[in-house]
């Protein structure tokens, strides 16, 4: 069976002498890997597209669960990304969550539109990188099924002056309730436990990013310290509710 459709590389393997595996994220089958015989040759009319970050318009040949290419036609490879070291490791962590979330999605269409609109943030725009992964990490783990509540205290039903993000619930608990909460007991029922604090500004920030229009997912603004603190709650939701961690991020972590 053939198939014509729209995909992103998230990943490449070398196989044999001169064949790849690409990993590819696509709306209509999820993330699928593609057989590509001869892509690591030279004379391969397949070597641009057949490439980590490029978004192609690929025709593949199904027999079972295998895919093989027929033709793939380059749309975007973000080729701008190789500019910057550090958006380039940013862009690598973003494909390796890719990998770790797509194998069941339910809308593979909506990981794949915030795959490409991060990564043409990251390419095309100078727009800060802390918004970029924060926005892409929370909104990524939305698309999971791990949207917060960020509407008021999940204890009182109240807003206050101290609030804080209960990430394993994924909920707001204000500082008045936080007090009520005895951390012991609830280390003794396994749960693991973690309050961060989030300002009115970091607050905004995180609503923001889960109603916002893809198309304008990264366009809001912080001031440093907000921000700062923004890129921590992010990082800890995400790497919480993901329960691992990823080689991609200790690496660009460590470029900081
Ligand atoms: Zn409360």
Redesign the pocket.
Known sequence: MTHTLHGLVIRETAVKEQDKFLTVLTAELGKISVYCHGARSVKSRHIAAAQLFCYNEFVITSRGDTYTLKEAVLQDNFYALRNSFERLALAQYVVEVLGEMTSECEDCGALLRLALNTLYALSYTDKPEAIIKAAFELRAISEEGFMPDLG???????M?EVMYLDVMNGH???????EEVDPAAMAARGTNFILLNVGPDVLEGMRYVLRAPLGRLFSFSMNEHDLADFTVVCERYFVNHMERSFKTLEFYNSLR
Not at 152 to 158: F, K, P, W
């Open positions: 008021v205290c999940a204890g009182c039903g109240e206050a707001l608990i204000c500082g008045g309730c936080a």
